[in-house]
């Protein structure tokens, strides 16, 4: 292809983009194909000629566009948001362009040091500590990886190696692989399945410790699991505490949790994957409680930041500690430049040896948006939880499970799991609206969460609306299965009575089956 046709193919591209967001509130928000559709439809082999870019385009609409889940339609609530932007996508673009792959400094300048100014510019806009920028004299500073799962994993594997090194020199006895064999770390049943999975591929096997009635994980728990652990000889390596639980958005107790690892030489990780942007308003201010005492702490930009998966900020106190856990280098990665500077090599922070240039989007989101825009977009994410909320509210047949907690709220239909599990099975059916379940205490129930590129008010009306007329339906089917099971048992215990003469049975089953909570609109 040549820079005429690539302009041509460009331009419809965008508007391709432009007119599918422009529309998407037309959309349903689910498929509505079978699982095998698009390999049903696709050859076999891939074309032996080259075929035209207006071909494929139009492929787009027929084949693609009915197998896409809408995330950015603003009848998204499941899971958490995926962070979008117009900024951001031209930011992709961009970076797709130059191509660099940032193994060092010189692999593409530009690259490594917009991310170091991205990653103060992002500290800074979420008051963390100064120990976070790489701005501050010291070992501290952030890097952009691809996901929390990575950043955790890469928190579990620098815990694990920094624990053995201080093991072995503090126990001399004990062999390196009976050291592996001991450790142990925590996390609450609450977080994130990927802090459990890293525990899994970190080979440090992880306690999931239980949260207390309002989902949070304290230092009292962790300690309690401490001493537990260190009277059986395991040796506490990591203690992953969450602020935005992925279940409730609830926030661990970081300070006494960091009382706790401090006292054992626990790296403390923080997995805050959502609720991290929360650190950026004042209101929210108790949540920075206790950072300067954490060792590595991870936020999702590509959540609620504008900022298209995939990107993950992460920040470490001291990345000596990583870097002398990961580094193998060769000959071949080596340039002058190299270890002459203040300028991290970040492919030692990281899993991978290859960089995407993520700091470009960023930059332009930063810069398009404004600080200002990226509090303006928050704030509208909790405000709109909120309309949402009220709705919930002012209907006696459902309940909360949790506090409102950002732009999550959760709730459920009162009485029986099976209700909401129903109620959320009909709404998924219908595509209109997609949410998840989640379950605590013995409680399903639905998690809304505001997310989409640009919702609006009326649209937290026309989900309550939607879920207002499913729940209606349902409840008043529920109501008729009830009489018919009562009528069906009244005709049964009629036909009994008129063969033994027993009559109180029939008034009692009625009194029980339409008991007051129960009644249907
Ligand atoms: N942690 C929390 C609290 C989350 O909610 C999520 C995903 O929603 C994750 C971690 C996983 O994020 P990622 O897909 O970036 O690994």
């Known amino acids: 292809m040549d820079a005429q046709s690539f302009k041509e193919f460009g331009k419809a591209a965008l508007d391709f983009i432009a007119d599918y967001m422009e529309n998407i509130r037309d959309r349903d928000v689910l498929p509505s194909v079978k699982p095998g559709y698009l390999i049903d439809l696709l050859p076999k082999e891939m074309p032996e000629k080259p075929e035209q870019w207006q071909e494929v385009l139009q492929d787009i609409n027929k084949y693609i566009k009915p197998g896409i889940t809408n995330w950015q339609s603003p009848n998204f609530h499941a899971f958490y948001i995926s962070g979008c932007s117009y900024p951001s996508m031209v930011g992709e673009m961009l970076s797709a362009a130059f191509s660099v792959i940032g193994f060092h400094w010189l692999c593409s300048p530009a690259c490594t040091e917009l991310e170091m100014v991205v990653m103060d510019w992002l500290a800074k806009f979420l008051k963390l500590p100064a120990q976070f920028l790489h701005s501050t004299e010291g070992p501290g500073g952030g890097i952009m990886q691809g996901s929390a799962s990575e950043s955790v994993l890469v928190a579990v594997m620098a815990a694990r190696e920094q624990t053995v090194l201080r093991v072995k020199a503090e126990q001399p006895a004990l062999s390196e692989g009976e050291i592996r064999a001991r450790l142990v770390g925590y996390s609450s049943d609450q977080s994130n399945s990927c802090i459990e999975k890293a525990g899994v591929l970190g080979t440090v096997p992880l306690r999931l410790l239980a949260a207390d009635e309002n989902q949070i994980m304290r230092g009292a728990h962790l300690a309690k699991a401490v001493k537990e652990d260190l009277a059986n000889g395991l040796i506490p390596t990591i203690c992953i505490a969450t602020i935005g639980t992925t279940g409730t958005c609830a926030y661990d107790d970081i300070e006494t949790l960091a009382s706790v690892c401090e006292e054992h030489n626990i790296w403390l990780h923080v997995d805050a994957a959502y609720a991290g942007a929360a650190l950026a308003l004042d209101d929210h201010a108790q949540l920075r409680r206790g950072l300067e005492r954490v060792d590595s702490l991870n936020y999702n930009l590509h959540k609620s930041m504008l900022v298209n998966f995939d990107c993950t900020a992460m920040w470490m106190r001291d990345s000596n500690r990583v870097v002398d856990s990961f580094n193998v280098d060769r000959i071949y990665l080596q340039s002058k430049y190299n270890g002459q500077t203040d300028i991290p090599e970040f492919r030692h922070w990281q899993i991978p040896l290859g960089r995407r240039f993520r700091a470009l989007k960023v930059w332009l989101v930063f810069?398009?948006?404004?600080?200002?825009?990226?509090?303006?977009?928050?704030?509208?994410?909790?405000?709109?939880?909120?309309?949402?909320?009220?709705?919930?509210?002012?209907?006696?047949?459902?309940?909360?499970?949790?506090?409102?907690?950002?732009?999550?709220?959760?709730?459920?239909?009162?009485?029986?799991?099976?209700?909401?599990?129903?109620?959320?099975?009909?709404?998924?059916?219908?595509?209109?609206?997609?949410?998840?379940?989640?379950?605590?205490?013995?409680?399903?129930?639905?998690?809304?969460?505001?997310?989409?590129?640009?919702?609006?008010?009326?649209?937290?009306?026309?989900?309550?609306?939607?879920?207002?007329?499913?729940?209606?339906?349902?409840?008043?089917?529920?109501?008729?299965?009830?009489?018919?099971?009562?009528?069906?048992?009244?005709?049964?215990?009629?036909?009994?009575?008129?063969?033994?003469?027993?009559?109180?049975?029939?008034?009692?089953?009625?009194?029980?089956?339409?008991?007051?909570?129960?009644?249907?609109?």
């Open 367 to 521: 810069r398009i948006f404004g600080a200002e825009g990226l509090r303006e977009h928050l704030h509208k994410q909790l405000r709109l939880a909120k309309r949402f909320e009220q709705h919930v509210l002012a209907d006696a047949r459902v309940e909360l499970v949790a506090k409102r907690s950002l732009g999550l709220v959760c709730f459920r239909v009162k009485g029986d799991n099976q209700l909401t599990a129903d109620l959320l099975q009909r709404i998924t059916d219908r595509k209109k609206l997609y949410m998840v379940q989640a379950s605590f205490g013995g409680k399903d129930f639905i998690r809304f969460a505001v997310c989409g590129m640009d919702p609006k008010e009326e649209d937290m009306d026309f989900a309550w609306h939607e879920i207002e007329g499913q729940l209606n339906k349902l409840l008043s089917e529920e109501k008729g299965k009830k009489i018919e099971a009562i009528t069906v048992n009244a005709h049964d215990t009629q036909q009994k009575d008129n063969e033994d003469g027993i009559s109180q049975q029939l008034s009692s089953g009625l009194h029980i089956s339409l008991g007051a909570d129960e009644r249907a609109p």
